[in-house]
């Protein structure tokens, strides 16, 4: 299982720290969620956070755009240093062009699916996108319920990855914890976002060792 940690649950006091606690750990990769208060009801942090991020970061950067009009930012996520770049199938008019605009400019390509967006949308692309992010909350703030109609929303990805022959991972973010962990690989998860249920524990890397073991 990969892991990425979300920082958008960490102590941002001590953010070079939690930074070092996650370079030091077994996590993969480090979720970074942008949000712009219009495409979600909540803003979080730009670039100059991530550029700050990337200094200190060991792990690839895994930045999720919940923001409107994704394409304009393409090239500054690339220049900041993100190695995985994902928007939304909602906030994109062209997504295919949006994806090529991603890959050219150096990345691997994401799509994510609010919780009311089928999975079926993306039967027509899904051979060129490098991962698919499925919403398990409604996205904006970080420490919600689990939303149960994921199980089956990433198993029909999953059936639809496998008709296509694609490579596409399935990542899923929101509620993601130690109890449905297990449940999350069995549909078919290859990538757990995980935020509060590591920053929030008194012991991170043993969350995120059991995380990769399940």
Not at 106 to 116: C, F, R, T, W, Y
Request: glycine share 6%; with cysteine; charged share 15%.
């Amino acid at each position: 299982m990969i892991v990425s940690p979300s920082i958008l649950n960490s102590d941002f006091l001590n953010l070079g720290q939690q930074i070092n606690l996650l370079n030091n750990s077994h996590a993969d990769w480090i979720h970074l969620d942008i949000m712009d208060g219009v495409f979600v009801p909540n803003i979080s942090f730009g670039f100059p956070i991530i550029r700050q991020i990337k200094k200190a970061a060991k792990k690839p950067l895994d930045v999720h755009l919940m923001i409107v009009e994704p394409d304009r930012y393409i090239n500054e996520c690339a220049d900041c240093g993100a190695e995985i770049l994902t928007v939304h199938y909602e906030a994109c008019t062209h997504l295919h062009r949006t994806l090529q605009q991603i890959k050219n400019a150096g990345m691997k390509a994401g799509v994510s699916l609010n919780p009311h967006t089928p999975v079926h949308l993306l039967d027509e692309i899904l051979p060129m996108i490098d991962m698919v992010l499925i919403m398990s909350v409604n996205p904006g703030f970080g420490g919600q319920q689990f939303i149960e109609h994921s199980y089956k929303k990433i198993q029909l990805l999953k059936h639809l990855i496998v008709q296509h022959n694609a490579s596409t991972l399935i990542q899923v973010d929101g509620g993601v914890s130690l109890q449905n962990a297990e449940a999350l690989k069995k549909a078919g998860v290859d990538v757990l976002v995980c935020g509060s249920a590591i920053f929030q524990s008194s012991d991170p890397d043993a969350v995120i060792d059991k995380l990769k073991l399940v």
